[in-house]
C-alpha cells in the first residue's frame, strides 16, 4: 500500500453534494424531517424525486416553502443546480441530469413501469460518482432499487429511511435489500450524518501523518477479528468506508478509531460488512452477457456429451444475482442445442448473510425490470411479496463461503465470471487474482471481467475474445509451473491429473509416508462430491467400482457395482435427508475370492462431500437359505417404476399447461395490478398534499375564527346580491339576526340602524365600487358607529359580494371629545411652560453631538451677547470661547454616561461683558429619545450677585430659586406625560391634578422648615395617617429628617402608592391596612435610606404586564433623582415595595449657610 490516502480524497471536499431523494406514498411527511436537519451553510443540493398523479398539479412547492428557510424550487428544464436549493420534480416528467443541469424528460414507458427515482439515481452516479449521495424514503414498489445500486457503485453514499420509521415500508426494504444501502435511519438522522461524513473526509486525511499505517492498523486489527484480509484493497476505498464509521460513532481522530476497534469487537464486525460492497444485480450490463451468450457459451457446450459437467465459478457472487444470471444463461443454451450435460455453477463470497439470501433465492418485485420475460417466467414463481428461483435453477448453482485470495480455487473450470470486484483490489492483488483465474479454467476456459476490469497480468495470461465486454480466454501458450501460495495448495486426488504442485509433507509426515498408509492400513473407500460424482477412488476401491465401455461417467451410481448400487444409494439418501452424520449397512457380497459380507459405511464430511468406505470381512461358506433376488423379478420392478413415473409425467406436463395458462391470466393481472399499484401510489402522494393543505386550511380558518371571535367585531358578509351570507356573534348588537335569517336580502332584517343607507352604500360596493366607511347613529339616538363596507373577495380575487364592519365608537366620541378639551388645555399649558422657558431668568437651551446649539432663550442671548437666532447653528467654541473647554466637557460627558452633571459651578467672562468677572452655576441634563440621548439641555444661572449678599439671604434666594425651578420642572414632566397618557382624559386631568395637588402639599411642608428639611413622619401622616387614621396604618422608624428635594420626590413616591393603594390594593377594601417601615442600613455598599411598603388584607393582586405612568413616575423620582432603586414584590398578601436611596443624598441639606459658593467655582480651563 504505497499511495498516500491524503491524496485520494482531492478536491472533493469543496465539491457540490448532490442528495438524490426517492418517495412515494407517505413521503411528504418523512423529507419534511428531512428537511430540518438543513443548514443554511451545507454544500447540499436536495432533489426530491416522487411518483405524482401526471393530471394534477403538485403542492409541494407550496407545502415545503413553509418549513423550510432555504429556496424551494420546482424544476424546469435546463435548470442548474446549486447549493443549499432544494428542487421538486414537476408531474408527469422524468428527471436527467447532465454536469449540474437537470433535464426533464417525457416518459417513455406506460404508467404502470414507469420507474423516474431509478432514472435519476443512476444518471447522478453517472455524473457526479462520490459526489452523489441516495436517499430512498417512504413508498410502496421498489423504484429506487437500482438506482441506489448505482449510487453505491459509483463510490456514492446511500440512506435508506428505517421501515419502522417510514408510513410505508416498500421501498425502504426494497433498497435494502439490495445490500447497497450504507446506513438505514430515520428520515431526520440521515442531513447530519451525511454532514460529518464529508466534513470529516475533507479534514481526516491532513490530521494523519502516516495514512498507511494508519490503514494498515486498521486492516491488521479487521484480519484478527474476522479473519478476512482487506490489505490488497484499494487505500480510497478503505478511506471513505473508515470515514464512514467514523462519522456514525461521532469520532473525530483516527486514534480514536484505533482504540474503538480495539476495545470494541462487534466495530471490527461493522467494518468489515461496510468494506463488503454488495452492489449486484440480474443481467448487470446486459449487452455484456449478450456478448457471453453468443460468443463464450456455445464454445463451451460444444464439447459437451450426456453426463459431462458444465463447470462455472463466480466469485464475489454476493446476493447471488450474477451467479443466477449465468446459470439462465448456460441453461437456456444447453435447452437450445440440446446438449445433456449437468450445470454446475459455483457461487462464492466471504460475507455470510449476503450467501443466505442467494441460497434463499428469494428477490423483490423491482427484479422484474433486470430479467428478460421469458426468464423470468421459466426460472422464477412469483410470491406474494416478489420472485423465487424455482428448484431445477437453484439446484444448478451451489454458494459457499471462500476467499478468492485465501481459500484454494475450484479447478477444471469452463468459465469464471468476477465483475466488479477487482476494482477494489490494488495492482499486487489482481496479479494474483488472474494468477487464481488462470491456474482454475480447464484449457481452453474462458473468463469474464467488470467494464472498469482488465486482464493485463503479467505473462498475458488470457487472449481477448470480446474486449469491449471485457470477455476474454485462457493462453496455453502461458502455461507455466505456477508456484501458488501455500495456503493454495492441497492433496490432488489420484484418479486425475493434478497441475497443482503437491506438499511435501501430509499432518507432519512425508508425503510418501502417507500414500503407503492409505493403501495398507485405511479401508476401501470412494471419496463422492456435492453433485455424486467420484473424485478419488482408494487404494483396494478397484474391488467394488467398474468401468463401461465408451464414454465413463464418474457418477457413484455408474461406477459402483449393481449388486452395491442398492445400499450405498439407499445410504446416501438416507444422509442427504438426515442432514448429515455415519450410517453404514452389512451387505452379502461374493466375488472370486469366494462370498462375503461387506460393512459400506456412508460418512458426510464438513465440506459437503461424502467418504464410502468398505470394510471387507474373511470369505463365509454360503448359507443353504441365503436369499438371492431375481434380476428379472427386479427388472419388472424397475419397469413398473418406470411406466408409473411416465404417468407421473404426463400428468405433470398437463398440469403445466394448465398453469401455463393461469400464469398467462395472472401476469395480465399482475399487469392491471402494476397500473393500479402506480396511479395508487399517485393518489396517496396527492392524498397527502391534500391532507396537508387542508389541514392548513382547517388551522387558517381556526385561526381567522379565533382572530374574528378575540377581535368581538360586528362583522356581516353579503353576498353579490345582498343576501346575508354569514355573521359574526357581535353583529347581533345591531342586527336582529337569527340563523334562518341566511340568504334574506340585508333589507328584509330589523336592525338599530338606518339600513337604507348600509344598503345603498352595500349596493355601491358590490357594483365596483371602492371601500367606504359610514358614520351613523343608532335609531334610539344612544350610540354612534362606524361602519366600514369593502368587497368581499373569494380565492381567485373576484369579487364575490360585500363585507362589513360595524364599531361602536360612543365612547369613543366622548373620550376625542374629552381628549379635545383635555388637548385644548394641555396647549395651553405648553404655552405657558414655553412662556415660562422664554421667559426665564436664567440662560436656557439645548445642544446637539458636535457641541452646537440647537435652541436659546433670550437669557442665553442675553448672556452670550449674541442674538437668540444666531447662536442657534454655531458651537460652544464660537460662541463661548473662553468658557468652552469646560462646557464642551460636560457635554460629552452627558452623551457618553446618560447622566446629568448637576450644580457645576463656572467662573469667568462673557462676549456682553468681557471684563467683568463672573460665576454661573449650570445644570446640564440629557435629552432622551427611543434612541438614546438625543441633546443635552442646560440650565445656567448667574450666581455672582449672591455671593455679594448675607449668607442667609444668599441660601433663601438660592433655594427658592433652584425650588421654583424644579417644581416647575415636575410640573411640565407630570403635563407632558399626561399629554402622552391614553385613556379617560377627565380622569388623566383629575390624576395630573391630584398629583400637582400633592406636590403642592408637600411644598407646603417645606415652605413652613424655611425649605431646609421636613421630618419623615410628617410627610407620611400627610398622605396616609390623615387620610386613613391609625387603624388602618402603621408606622414605625427612627426619627428622621429628609432634605428638600428628598422630601419632593419621597412624597411623590408615597402619594402615588396611596393613591394606587386606594384604586387596587390595600385601601381598597375596609379591613386593608398599610405598613410602612424606614431604617438607615448599610450592606457593605455604603449607608442607605430604606423605606419598606406592605400592603395586607386588600384583593389579590398580580403583577401588570407593563409599567403604567405612576410607576414610571415613581422610578423617575427615586432612580433619576437620587440613583437610588424601587424594588416591587407581588405577594399574596398584598403589594410589596422595598425603596431605597444614599444616606447622604436624601438627608444632607443641599446648600449650607456658611458655604462660599465662590471659593467653590470651577476655574476657567
Known amino acids: ?70 429556496p424551494v424550487r420546482s424544476i424546469s428544464d435546463g435548470m442548474e443546480v446549486e447549493a443549499g436549493n432544494i428542487y421538486l420534480i414537476p408531474p408527469a416528467f422524468g428527471l436527467d441530469i447532465r454536469g449540474r443541469m437537470l433535464k426533464l424528460e417525457e416518459f417513455e414507458s406506460p404508467r404502470g413501469l414507469r420507474r423516474p427515482i431509478d432514472d435519476f439515481l443512476q444518471a447522478l452516479a453517472r455524473e457526479h460518482g462520490a459526489n452523489a449521495a441516495g436517499v430512498i424514503l417512504s413508498g410502496t414498489g ?237 426460472y422464477f414463481t412469483p410470491t406474494r411479496n416478489g420472485f423465487e428461483v424455482r428448484g431445477e435453477l437453484r439446484d444448478a448453482v451451489r454458494f459457499s463461503s471462500q476467499s478468492l485470495v485465501k481459500d484454494p480455487p475450484f479447478s477444471r473450470l469452463d468459465l469464471v465470471t468476477c465483475r466488479n470486484l477487482l476494482i477494489y483490489f490494488n495492482n499486487e492483488l489482481q496479479e494474483l487474482a488472474q494468477r487464481v483465474f488462470h491456474y482454475a479454467l480447464r484449457p481452453g476456459g474462458f473468463l469474464m471481467l467488470g467494464p472498469s476490469e482488465t486482464a493485463r497480468a503479467e505473462g498475458e495470461p488470457f487472449l481477448d475474445v470480446v474486449p469491449e465486454h471485457r470477455i476474454h480466454r485462457r493462453n496455453e501458450g502461458a502455461a507455466r509451473s505456477l508456484d501458488l501460495p501455500r495456503r493454495f495448495r492441497g492433496i490432488s486426488t489420484g484418479t486425475e491429473p493434478s497441475h497443482e504442485v503437491l506438499p511435501e509433507q501430509v499432518f507432519g509426515i512425508p508425503y510418501s509416508a502417507a500414500e503407503a498408509l492409505l493403501a495398507r492400513h485405511v479401508p476401501a473407500f470412494l471419496l463422492i462430491g456435492p453433485q455424486d460424482e467420484v473424485t478419488r477412488v482408494g487404494p483396494g476401491a478397484e474391488s467394488f467400482v467398474r468401468l463401461n465401455p465408451g464414454n465413463t461417467s464418474l457418477g457413484i451410481r455408474s461406477l459402483i457395482l449393481p449388486e452395491l448400487e442398492q445400499p450405498v444409494k439407499r445410504l446416501l439418501t438416507a444422509g442427504a435427508i438426515a442432514g448429515g452424520g455415519y450410517r453404514q449397512t452389512r451387505v452379502a457380497f461374493a466375488d472370486p475370492s469366494g462370498a462375503r459380507d461387506v460393512l459400506i459405511g456412508v460418512e458426510t464430511l464438513p465440506d459437503g462431500s461424502r467418504l464410502v468406505t468398505f470394510g471387507a470381512t474373511a470369505a463365509v461358506p454360503e448359507p443353504e437359505n441365503r436369499i438371492v433376488l431375481d434380476e428379472a423379478y427386479v427388472s419388472q420392478l424397475e419397469d413398473e417404476l418406470e411406466e408409473a413415473r411416465r404417468m407421473v409425467r404426463t400428468t405433470v406436463e398437463e398440469l403445466e399447461t394448465s398453469n401455463e395458462e393461469l400464469k398467462s391470466s395472472n401476469e395480465e393481472m399482475m399487469s392491471m395490478n402494476e397500473e393500479l399499484q402506480s396511479a395508487n401510489e399517485e393518489l396517496s402522494t396527492t392524498n397527502e398534499e391534500l391532507q396537508t393543505k387542508l389541514m392548513e386550511l382547517a388551522e387558517a380558518n381556526a385561526d381567522l375564527a379565533n382572530f374574528m371571535s378575540s377581535t368581538q367585531i360586528a362583522t356581516v358578509f353579503l353576498d353579490r346580491d345582498l343576501r346575508l351570507r354569514s355573521f359574526t356573534p357581535e353583529a347581533a348588537s345591531w342586527f336582529r339576526f337569527v340563523d334562518q335569517d341566511r340568504g334574506r336580502e340585508i333589507t328584509d332584517i330589523r336592525a338599530r340602524l338606518d339600513m337604507g343607507v348600509v344598503a345603498e352604500v352595500s349596493r355601491r360596493i358590490a357594483d365596483g365600487g371602492a371601500p367606504e366607511e359610514v358614520r351613523l347613529a343608532s335609531s334610539d339616538g344612544e350610540a354612534e358607529v362606524i361602519v366600514r363596507f369593502a368587497p368581499y373577495r373569494n380565492a381567485s380575487g373576484d369579487r364575490g359580494g360585500v363585507v362589513f364592519s360595524v364599531f361602536d365608537v360612543t365612547a369613543v366620541a366622548r373620550y376625542a371629545r374629552a381628549a ?286 407593563r409599567e403604567g405612568f405612576g410607576t414610571q413616575l415613581m422610578r423617575s423620582m427615586v432612580e433619576g433623582s437620587f440613583n437610588g432603586s424601587i424594588d416591587s414584590h407581588w405577594e399574596p398578601a398584598g403589594l410589596r415595595l422595598v425603596v431605597a436611596v444614599p444616606w447622604n443624598a436624601a438627608t444632607e441639606v443641599d446648600y449650607d449657610s456658611d458655604m462660599d459658593p465662590l471659593r467653590h467655582a470651577d476655574p476657567l480651563p
Open 142 to 378: 421498489s423504484d429506487g432499487a437500482n438506482g441506489v445500486r448505482a449510487i453505491k457503485e459509483a463510490g456514492g453514499l446511500v440512506f435508506a429511511q428505517d421501515p419502522r420509521d417510514a408510513r410505508y415500508d416498500g421501498m425502504p426494504r426494497a433498497a435494502i435489500a439490495t445490500g447497497a444501502v450504507d446506513l438505514v435511519l430515520p428520515a431526520g438522522e440521515m442531513i447530519s450524518i451525511l454532514r460529518d461524513f464529508h466534513d470529516r473526509a475533507s479534514g481526516i486525511a491532513p490530521t494523519i501523518e502516516s495514512d498507511a499505517e494508519f490503514i494498515e492498523k486498521v486492516v491488521r486489527n479487521v484480519r484478527y477479528r474476522t479473519g478476512h484480509d482487506f490489505a490488497g484493497y484499494k487505500s480510497g476505498t478503505l478511506l471513505r468506508r473508515i470515514t464512514l464509521r467514523m462519522s456514525v460513532l461521532g469520532l473525530e481522530e483516527p486514534g480514536d478509531y484505533l482504540r474503538e476497534l480495539v476495545q470494541n469487537r462487534s466495530e471490527a464486525d461493522r467494518l468489515f460488512r461496510d468494506l463488503l460492497i454488495n452492489v449486484t444485480s440480474f443481467f448487470r450490463d446486459p449487452a455484456a452477457f449478450e456478448s457471453l451468450a453468443r460468443v463464450a457459451v456455445p464454445a463451451i457446450l460444444e464439447s459437451k456429451d450426456r453426463g459431462d459437467e458444465v463447470r462455472i465459478w463466480v466469485p464475489g457472487c454476493s446476493t447471488g444475482q450474477e451467479a443466477y444470471t449465468v446459470a439462465m444463461i448456460v441453461a437456456d443454451a444447453m435447452a437450445r442445442l440440446d446438449v445433456r450435460a449437468r450445470l454446475c455453477v459455483f457461487g462464492t463470497d466471504i460475507d455470510e448473510e449476503a450467501l443466505a439470501v442467494a441460497r434463499r433465492g428469494h428477490y423483490p418485485n423491482s427484479i422484474a425490470a433486470e430479467v428478460p420475460p421469458e426468464f423470468l417466467e421459466r
Open 1 to 70: 500500500m504505497t499511495e498516500k490516502l491524503s491524496e485520494v480524497e482531492s478536491g472533493a471536499d469543496q465539491e457540490l453534494i448532490l442528495l438524490g431523494v426517492g418517495a412515494s406514498a407517505g413521503g411528504l411527511e418523512a423529507f419534511q424531517s428531512l428537511l430540518g436537519a438543513l443548514r443554511p451553510t451545507d454544500r447540499f443540493a436536495l432533489i426530491l424525486v416522487q411518483h405524482l398523479d401526471p393530471e394534477h398539479e403538485s403542492l409541494l412547492p407550496e407545502l415545503l416553502s413553509k418549513r423550510t428557510r432555504l
Open 820 to 1105: 379635545e378639551r383635555a388637548s385644548a388645555e394641555a396647549r395651553a399649558s405648553a404655552e405657558e411652560i414655553e412662556e415660562l422657558y422664554l421667559g426665564s431668568p436664567g440662560a436656557m437651551g439645548l445642544v446637539d453631538r458636535d457641541f452646537r446649539y440647537l435652541r436659546a432663550n433670550p437669557k442665553m442671548a442675553e448672556f452670550s451677547g449674541l442674538p437668540a437666532d444666531a447662536i442657534v447653528g454655531r458651537s460652544i467654541s464660537e460662541v463661548h470661547p473662553e468658557i468652552a473647554g469646560r462646557m464642551v466637557a460636560s457635554v460629552r460627558k452627558v452623551f457618553d454616561t446618560g447622566e446629568p452633571v448637576l450644580r457645576q459651578m463656572v467662573r469667568g467672562t462673557t462676549p456682553a461683558e468681557p471684563g467683568v468677572a463672573r460665576v454661573w452655576e449650570v445644570d446640564w441634563y440629557p435629552v432622551h429619545r427611543s434612541d438614546g440621548v438625543r441633546a443635552v439641555g442646560f440650565n445656567v444661572t448667574d450666581v455672582t450677585r449672591l455671593l455679594e449678599l448675607q449668607a442667609d439671604l444668599r441660601r433663601i434666594m438660592r433655594e427658592l430659586q433652584h425650588r421654583v425651578k424644579n417644581m416647575l420642572s415636575n410640573v411640565i414632566a407630570l403635563v407632558n406625560r399626561a399629554r402622552r397618557e391614553q385613556g379617560d382624559p377627565q380622569e388623566i386631568l383629575e390624576t395630573l391634578a391630584q398629583r400637582i395637588r400633592a406636590l403642592a402639599n408637600t411644598h407646603n411642608l417645606l415652605t413652613a422648615e424655611n425649605w431646609a428639611s421636613t421630618a419623615l413622619r410628617d410627610i407620611l401622616a400627610l398622605e396616609l395617617l390623615n387620610v386613613y387614621g391609625e387603624e388602618r396604618v402603621m408606622l414605625r422608624g427612627p426619627d428622621m429628617r429628609l432634605n428638600a428635594r428628598a422630601t419632593l420626590s419621597l412624597g411623590m413616591v408615597i402619594h402615588e402608592l396611596a393613591t394606587n393603594a386606594s384604586k387596587y390594593g390595600a385601601f381598597a377594601r375596609p379591613e386593608g391596612k398599610v405598613s410602612v417601615r424606614w431604617s438607615r442600613v448599610d450592606e457593605g455598599e455604603g449607608e442607605e435610606f430604606r423605606l419598606v411598603w406592605q400592603e395586607s388584607g386588600g384583593p389579590a393582586v398580580n403583577a401588570p404586564s
